[in-house]
């Protein structure tokens, strides 16, 4: 259903649209008691008579009204529209600018300001987190950055209450998120956790600080998905070789493919990130000399056996090759 301006829902009186989504369009409003701008998210007409698509907005409605940081867009109030049963949910207005477009106007971040606007997000997910909630769709897109800086997290419309039971949708059933900032378990549609937002958020992280996300050689979506899945992506310093190497691992922990090498948590993410300094290098081994993502392994002390068989085998051919060469050189050195 479209809404136009002029139009009362309840005590709001929309204005203009803002834009659609692929599950709803959102409204700026007037309050008409307190003269605020609101913004209003109504589902698309389509999406009603689809038992699953209207639980999935229901849901969405609930887990914004149940949050509150100053990171994210605060709900005001759920509704419903006249003489309708098609809810509608009120949020606050934030006079800001599209996060993807600020990010294509600035380019390469100062990594001070790369690091403090991750951990701008990474507080706000700490708290959903807390409450038992996962984005699962965490991108430039669904964030908004005001005049001073801050940055407000937008569109529960795919999140994960932990415990909730599934629900399935055609568009929704299968993978759900971003190409360029999926986690390889949300491609194998599996319903993901906490890590899988610190995923995205180290994808983001990387585009910030690189000018481009970890996996952009390729337009196709659907590769772009794939290769979250089996390559591993250039580290961040070779975009940015100003970064330390501390960063470059944190970041590479971040998107690891397998979610148990991951931080653990957005909370330890968010430490972490907050003195890179701090990050214990000897606690990695790398198995791929050729990319700093391979072989991302938390190992408790010694090598594994292979590894240190291999190590040695070199070790004594490196030997008998240099006994070899000097035994050569012998000759030639007594004429």
Known sequence: MTLSAG???????????????????????????????????????GLIGDLAAYGRYERETEIT??????????ALASSRLDGTPMPVLVLEYVDGS??????????????????????????????CHDQGIVHRDLKPENLLITADGTLKLLDFGIALRQGARRLTWGPLGQAVGTPDYMAPEQIRGERGDARTDIYALGCMLFEMLAGRPPYDSNP??????????????????????D?????????????????????????????????????????FAWKDKGSIWAGLTPVAGEMPSLRRALLLVLIVFSSLAAIGLLAQMAPHAAR
């Open 7 to 45: 139009q009362r829902v309840g005590r709001y009186e929309v204005a203009e649209v803002l834009g659609e989504g692929g599950m709803s369009t959102s409204y700026r409003a007037v309050d008409s008691e307190t003269g605020a701008d609101v913004v209003l998210k109504v589902p698309l007409a």
């Open 65 to 74: 009204l149940k949050l509150n940081h100053p990171n994210l867009q605060r």
């Open 98 to 127: 599209s996060f993807r477009g600020w990010l294509g106007d600035h380019g390469q971040l100062p990594v001070d300001q790369a690091v403090g606007l991750a951990l701008q997000i990474a507080s706000a997910l700490t708290h």
């Open 220 to 241: 196709d979506a659907l590769q772009v998905m794939k290769e979250h899945v089996s390559r591993e992506a250039p580290g961040v310093r070779a975009f940015r070789p």
């Open 243 to 283: 970064l330390s190497e501390e960063l470059e691992l944190f970041i590479a922990r971040a998107i690891r493919r397998e979610p148990k090498e991951r931080q653990s948590s957005m909370r330890e993410f968010a430490d972490q990130l907050s003195h890179p300094g701090s990050i214990d290098r000897s606690q």
